[in-house]
């Protein structure tokens, strides 16, 4: 029998994961370790989101829905638009998915062909790359040398160097947690409209900012397609459930892909994000925890030598430059999990060029973890 392999499905392997293997491997072997390498909340999704799954499944059966979603939840979404953003947005032009992830997918494929330049920012998150990769679309990676975040003039130097047909940005941004000033992103999206560039803004962590209220790409194009998802501000990143929010002639091809690719999201994880807009005292709490590793981080980092990349504006990472360490992060991170048995993400994923010199730590864990993953590095770079 021959097996065939397809040159798309020949994307880079996900380096952090290899990290994570070698964590739960020492775990199961009961070494306590302490883990800063993945981008998830370690609390639980609210309690009221997870009693709306319970009673949904005593109910009965959980089964297809929509492919865009229950109105219900689309409804509901909406509301934040107009609750959080003050933005109007009509339910119809909201398509929820299977996290963001299947979002992306959705968005590449009804949006761009293979062939099209697509500009995003490296460091970033590395599925973009992925996707599009396999996708046959061609990914611009516009280094942010030093800056924090994707400026309009980098977007314009790249598209006069050849064409772009879209653009993809995050803010605030894995693995950086910069955010887009308002005049800077509003600046970005004008540049963008003014270029014919299509944009993309994942706002996956959106209500995770620690400075400035957020700014929706939506307040300065009603064409622009936004993604945003449960997992990160909701803790419901085992549910697999996203959003995007669509130009009016974007729906249809967006819905068509999506009854193909997904029939639709999980209902049960539907029903239960119905309720997540009402949690926000517990979820205000737990970002308050957050912040308070973030001061720790902020301050303890670079005094072991972790400095930072990057402002710690959002989301839950420190982006640290290494190079005063190491000129292998990938190396150096092995080595910190083993002798340390703290984990971090080595920058690799993020930008293959200069990621060799970088390491994310998330600060999505409890505080007392924070402390003790401090005292154990200083310990081992001592
Ligand atoms: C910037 C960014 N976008 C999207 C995702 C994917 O999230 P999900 O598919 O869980 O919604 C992640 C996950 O870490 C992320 O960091």
Not at 8 to 23: I, K, N, S
Not at 129 to 139: K, P, T
Not at 263 to 280: D, G, N, R, W, Y
């Amino acid at each position: 029998m021959v097996v065939s392999l397809s040159r798309r499905g020949d994307v880079e392997p996900f380096h952090a994961m290899d990290v994570l293997a070698d964590a739960n491997r020492l775990k199961a072997e009961g070494v306590p370790v302490i883990s800063m390498a993945v981008g998830q909340p370690s609390d639980p999704a609210p309690a009221i989101v997870r009693e709306a799954a319970a009673v949904a499944l005593k109910a009965g059966r959980i089964g297809y829905t929509d492919a865009l979603g229950l109105p219900e939840l689309r409804r509901a979404i909406a509301g934040h638009y107009r609750d959080h953003y003050r933005i109007e947005v009509t339910p119809e032009r909201i398509a929820v998915t299977t996290g963001s992830s299947a979002a992306f997918n959705l968005a590449f494929l009804a949006m761009f062909d293979a062939g099209d330049r697509v500009a995003i920012a490296a460091p970033g998150y590395p599925a973009y790359r992925n996707i599009m990769a396999a996708l046959g679309i061609e990914v611009v990676e516009i280094e942010l040398e030093g800056t924090a975040y994707l400026h309009a003039e980098h977007l314009a130097s790249a598209h006069a160097e050849k064409p772009l047909k879209g653009v993809l940005f995050a803010s605030p941004a894995n693995p950086t947690g910069a955010v887009i000033p308002v005049d800077a992103l509003k600046a970005l999206i004008e540049t963008a409209d003014r270029l014919g560039i299509a944009v993309i803004s994942d706002e996956i962590y959106h209500r995770l900012a620690y400075g400035a209220p957020d700014t929706t790409a939506l307040a300065f194009g009603r064409d622009v397609a936004v993604i945003n998802s449960f997992s990160k501000y909701y803790c419901m990143t085992g549910w697999r459930i996203g959003w995007m929010v669509l130009p009016e002639k974007l729906v249809r091809p967006v819905e068509r892909i999506a009854q193909s690719l997904y029939i639709s999201a999980p209902e049960l994880s539907q029903v239960a994000a119905i309720e997540a807009f009402k949690a926000t005292q517990h979820l205000e709490a737990v970002k308050a925890r957050y912040a308070w590793n973030r001061e720790l981080l902020m301050k303890r980092l670079p005094e072991l030598g972790f400095a930072l990349a990057a402002p710690m504006d959002g989301a839950f990472y420190a982006f640290c430059d290494v190079s005063r360490l190491t000129n292998d992060s990938m190396a150096f991170a092995g080595k910190m999990l083993k002798e340390a048995h703290v984990a971090a993400t080595p920058g690799r994923d993020f930008d293959p060029l200069q990621g060799h010199r970088y390491m994310r730590f998330s600060y999505a864990g409890s505080h007392d973890e924070m402390v003790e993953a401090v005292a154990r590095l200083e310990r081992w770079l001592k």
